[in-house]
């Protein structure tokens, strides 16, 4: 496989998640959030079924390969959506993209740290790219007036606003490092293998919980169109996506794939546009331009 398949791997499995993330908004409304988790990773895991079986060339899994598996599934998958989903709860949506706009310089560090990447001059310029243009569009986000919070909420908020920040660093850590671990992965598996195994660690984690919200739930009122749905993010989220990832990590150095992840603000800002009726402004399509150029640095050839 060549680098130029590598990139367009890795950009498609991240606008792939911005599709998702746009699309999920009505499942969220349909289905509290463990029992969203607990159901995709079901699905996605009879999906994967086949890619369980190890391969007849592939040696047997060492006990570090192993606990490698159990970290990129932990951190990548259940204590991620658990930073993410209270940390966004705690404080706002703008403070939220600028924290998790860091996602590109995390995993330069760690790739530099854990995986002695060498990172060129032009890389890290790509990397601010990056960063300034998921910035530039978390803060041209418009913010519900601050009135619609009064009293006892406006007071709660404020106070878990430290809390809500540092569960969203902590979101941004468990991203950068499903980053260099899957790197350190794909040397090891091939990505249908990483996406099987780290997929039935996320179902056993979450497990649990989705049990305990399906115990009182009431399956009968969701809409056949929200099972369709659930269908399609099942695979995206825990099919499709990982496994281009992967398949891209093989070919590229961690830190150069982490700037893809700006496709994901930007695939999720088009899916707004064109499928749930939002607007873009002036001044987020040139953030998109800033974010696209960090892209382009990371991608075209070295003379």
Partial sequence: MNRIV??????????????????????????PVFLLAWLRFGIGGLAMLHWLKKPADEPPMTAQTRKLVFLESFLGNFLFSICMLFGVSMT?????????ASIPAAVALMSWLFLRERISARVWCAVACAVAGITLVSLSKNELPAQINQGLEANLASRNAWLGHLLLIGAVLCEAAYAVIGKKLTGALSPKRITALINLWGFALVTPLGLWVAWDFDFSAVAASSWLLLVFYALAASVWTVWLWMTGLKRVPANQAGVFTVMLPISAALVGTLVLGETLGGAQLGAFAVALVGVALATLPQK
Wanted: proline letters at 3%.
């Fill in 6 to 31: 590598a990139y367009a791997c890795l950009a498609l499995g991240m606008s792939l998640v911005g599709a998702y993330v746009a699309l999920s908004k009505p499942l969220v409304a349909a289905l």
């Fill in 92 to 100: 706002s949506a703008v403070a939220a993209g600028v924290i998790m």
